[in-house]
């Protein structure tokens, strides 16, 4: 069984589409990531996934059941980890997920253990009696992750769990992660904007933009799309530089972004020097020059022809751009 499914889903808010006709399907015991630039649809598709959010048109399941017609078995199937905090920081972290047990009628009996095992879980046993207030963003986001397990929910929802943590704590609630999917064989679905975070976790990936799915495949086979090594040139007038190598035999594909002019060839190693050569011969001055396996980043601007820096810088563009393929 599909742990989700969803057909033609479509959020549209004041003649924005913010998800647009997407088709997805998350198998049971996945670990499914959405990757997208902030704007794109992913909370917005969660939220929908949630019964947070009716649908405008297009149909979903969750467990089975249906979004619209069965939203009370769909939020006893699932736990979610909201993007922006939700704990109540005058409670002690025991007392939030108490308070929590008590609205999902966690049984007496078993509430105290099953508090208890998820605090070891996520490590906070010897913090359980401190007011949440006194804790880091990092446990904080550990005692959330906590909190929705607690009702033994079919599916996860991560909503850019990460989101605002230095990336040693980043690291470990990837571990926390892995850990559920692996151990409590819980279906995660997350949302991210941090590359190397879907690429690290997922079993696959949909890359979304603009509301619409451009690409979905497990991380490796994403990046084989790209078709080579990356190198990355930045130097001064990139724009004719660019120019210049999407006519060269060797190159596959060539891509202008911020400064930088992003080659795909074979063999990054033997093609470099000549790179350099091709440059110094228009009289061009390198800044720097790096040679790469593909990343998601690649596999983003190769299918959206921008990076996912460039979309988030872009806010009142993305809008702009919507509404008009909104109203051809």
């Known amino acids: 069984m599909n742990a989700i499914e969803t057909k033609d889903l479509t959020k549209k808010f004041n003649g924005l589409t913010a998800v647009d006709s997407l088709n997805l399907a998350v198998e049971e015991?996945?670990?499914?990531?959405?990757?997208?630039?902030?704007?794109?649809?992913?909370?917005?598709?969660?939220?929908?996934?949630?019964?947070?959010?009716?649908?405008?048109?297009?149909?979903?399941?969750?467990?089975?059941?249906?979004?619209?017609?069965?939203?009370?078995?769909?939020?006893?199937?699932?736990?979610?980890?909201?993007?922006?905090?939700?704990l109540d920081e005058k409670l002690t972290g025991f007392e939030n997920l108490d308070f929590h047990c008590r609205l999902y009628n966690v049984p007496t009996k078993t509430r105290k253990e099953r508090i208890s095992e998820l605090l070891k879980l996520v490590e906070l046993s010897d913090k359980k009696d401190h007011l949440v207030e006194t804790y880091s963003g990092g446990m904080k986001r550990r005692l959330e992750i906590a909190r929705g397990l607690l009702h033994h929910p079919k599916v996860l929802f991560l909503d850019e769990p990460t989101l605002g943590l230095d990336p040693q704590t980043r690291r470990h609630i990837w571990k926390y992660i892995q850990r559920l999917n692996r151990e409590k064989d819980v279906t995660i679905v997350l949302t991210t904007h941090y590359m190397e975070e879907a690429d690290f976790l997922c079993d696959r990936v949909a890359i979304i933009d603009y509301g619409k799915i451009v690409a979905l495949d497990s991380p490796d086979k994403l990046k084989d799309t790209v078709g080579g090594d990356v190198i990355s040139i930045e130097l001064n007038n990139p724009e004719k530089f660019e120019e210049l190598l999407c006519a060269v035999r060797w190159v596959k594909k060539c891509k202008t972004h911020d400064g930088f002019v992003d080659l795909t060839v074979d063999t990054a190693e033997k093609r470099a020097p000549q790179v350099i050569a091709h440059a110094q011969?228009?009289?061009?001055?390198?800044?720097?020059?790096?040679?790469?396996?593909?990343?998601?980043?690649?596999?983003?601007?190769?299918?959206?022809?921008?990076?996912?820096?460039?979309?988030?810088?872009?806010?009142?563009?993305?809008?702009?751009?919507?509404?008009?393929?909104?109203?051809?």
Request: contains cysteine.
């Open 29 to 86: 015991g996945e670990l499914f990531g959405l990757l997208g630039p902030n704007g794109a649809g992913k909370t917005t598709t969660i939220n929908m996934l949630c019964t947070i959010l009716s649908p405008t048109s297009g149909s979903g399941k969750v467990w089975g059941f249906d979004i619209r017609r069965k939203r009370n078995d769909v939020r006893n199937s699932i736990g979610i980890v909201f993007q922006d905090p939700s």
């Open 281 to 328: 011969k228009q009289g061009l001055k390198i800044k720097t020059i790096k040679m790469r396996e593909p990343t998601l980043e690649d596999v983003f601007l190769h299918y959206t022809g921008k990076t996912i820096r460039e979309d988030e810088a872009k806010p009142l563009d993305r809008m702009r751009m919507r509404r008009r393929a909104l109203h051809r």
